[in-house]
């Protein structure tokens, strides 16, 4: 706590119900920081581009739906290898050779134009032999692969899905933290900017205050322990000033960063006690309505949670048949040629079933559910947590008005305690010390004012994040 000794009383009075304005110069408003800080903040960009992965992620998923279409090409050369035999020669030649023997018993040596009429048939012929490996292959073709049954697909598509919401919801989440902690840190700087003037006006004061003890106990009315009581009230002022400085300054350094500026740019807050909210002006919860279903935090658990059921789905999948089909249409033959003789079409289907795999779906499914169970029990006392803090904070704020309406009244009890006791100090009536008391009284009354309403503000503030007051439901 500041001890303001050496405030004017109309100072910390103007100071109190008024704001400091300048007119030189325009003010930005709080919501304008807001809207800074979720245009530049590094942190929300980069829980946006985990958003967008999620939702790449989710796309890549749904393209296993489609059919795959790819072109293949293949041109080899080849030798040695395995080869096969085909009896031609074994199957002829003794045909041949019995051929020649019957037309050895009536032989017709000449036709009419001179030549042999009965040619002898050979019976040299060798058997034919093939190489498995070609020495010249080719084949060019047009391949459609696609599902035709497959249950996994579907299920993994549904929790990528919930888990893109998930991702979303998390976002969400983080721009409602961010809203807060920027309110937050206006509310710090205005405040600090406020206590910093209160002190720095102060000096001159309490330097004024020595000055005027130099001349009592020059006149005989006080003793010299006035003036060493002055000077020590201008040290302590003077450190408050410094300490004054340095906290508006982190402040301001802290408003900066929340933004994404350079932290020593100018904050341009106007120096202004906040509007007062009245709990009974406060939006309440609907009595059917649960206060934990309006926040992200919930629909993010909710969606991670049901990602989990589908990812359990996706292995319990493993254990149905996998049915696909295969159409493929090209050219192929020992050389690379594209004509009508050489093309071929082929359609595939293709059986996959999974018998065993050493257990590694079962034990992934028992892992996956009891990262479920801890999901569940998260939720349920994340839920409990939000409702017991909704309560508080509406307790809290009923209580801090009452704080405010309080020092309303021991400011102005303090008020006229001071004009009192500043009338009879002046004519020697009542001691220093009582005069300083009255005054200090009188200064601590207007800090703690001052302190208590920005304090209900932030904490209206902590409300707005915790029941999201201003929003309609997000489910």
Excluded at 84 to 105: K, R, S, W, Y
Aim: include cysteine; glycine fraction near 4%; charge should be neutral.
């Amino acid at each position: 706590m500041f001890n303001l000794n050496f405030i004017p009383i109309n100072t910390l009075f103007l100071i109190a119900f008024i704001s400091f304005s300048s007119l030189a110069e325009e003010f930005e408003t709080i919501e304008n920081y807001v809207a800074i800080g979720l245009e530049s903040n590094v942190a929300l960009r980069q829980k946006q581009r985990d958003y967008q992965n999620s939702l790449l992620a989710l796309k890549i998923a749904r393209g296993k739906f489609l059919p795959t279409v790819s072109i293949e090409s293949r041109h080899s050369r080849g030798g040695g290898g395995r080869t096969f035999e085909v009896p031609t020669g074994d199957l002829l030649n003794p045909v041949h050779a019995t051929l020649n023997q019957l037309m050895d018993l009536n032989p017709v040596t000449t036709t009419p134009g001179g030549f042999p009429a009965q040619p002898r048939f050979s019976t040299a012929i060798e058997n034919d032999i093939f190489r498995v490996i070609r020495k010249e292959d080719h084949e060019s073709k047009l391949t459609f692969g696609f599902p035709l049954y497959n249950p996994a697909i579907y299920h993994d598509v549904q929790s990528k899905r919930k888990s893109a919401r998930s991702q979303y919801s998390n976002l969400q989440t983080f721009k409602e933290q961010l809203k807060y902690d920027i309110k937050i840190a206006c509310y710090n700087f205005v405040k600090t900017g406020l206590l910093n003037k209160l002190v720095s006006d102060s000096i001159g004061l309490v330097q004024e205050n020595y000055e005027m003890s130099m001349e009592l106990v020059k006149f005989g009315r006080a003793t010299e322990e006035t003036i060493f009581r002055a000077k020590s009230e201008i040290s302590k002022v003077e450190l408050e000033a410094t300490e004054a400085k340095f906290r508006h300054e982190r402040a301001k350094n802290y408003l900066n960063f929340l933004v994404n500026r350079t932290l020593n740019s100018s904050v341009l807050l106007e120096l202004k006690l906040p509007n007062f909210v009245d709990p009974k002006d406060i939006p309440q919860i609907a009595p059917d309505e649960s206060v934990s279903n309006r926040r992200w935090e919930i629909t993010s658990l909710t969606n991670r949670i049901s990602a989990l059921d589908h990812s359990i789905r996706v292995f319990k999948s493993r254990f149905k048949p996998d049915l696909s089909g295969q159409f493929e249409v090209g050219y192929e033959g020992e050389n690379s040629n594209y004509f009508k003789d050489d093309e071929f079409w082929r359609a595939t289907m293709f059986l996959k079933w999974n018998i065993f795999r050493g257990n590694r779906d079962k034990h992934e499914i028992k892992r996956l559910e009891l990262t479920r169970l801890n999901l569940k029990d998260e939720l349920n006392e994340l839920s409990k947590h939000i409702e017991l803090e909704y309560l508080e904070i509406l307790t809290a704020l009923k209580v801090h008005s009452h704080r405010i309406r309080s020092f309303e009244m021991q400011l102005e009890s303090s008020r006229q305690t001071l004009d009192v006791i500043r009338e009879k100090y002046q004519h020697g009536r009542v001691t220093q010390i009582e005069f300083l008391e009255a005054r200090s009284d009188f200064s601590n009354a207007g800090v703690n004012l001052i302190i208590s309403q920005y304090d209900y503000t932030a904490q209206y503030a902590d409300l707005e994040r915790i029941a999201l007051v201003n929003h309609t439901n997000i489910d």
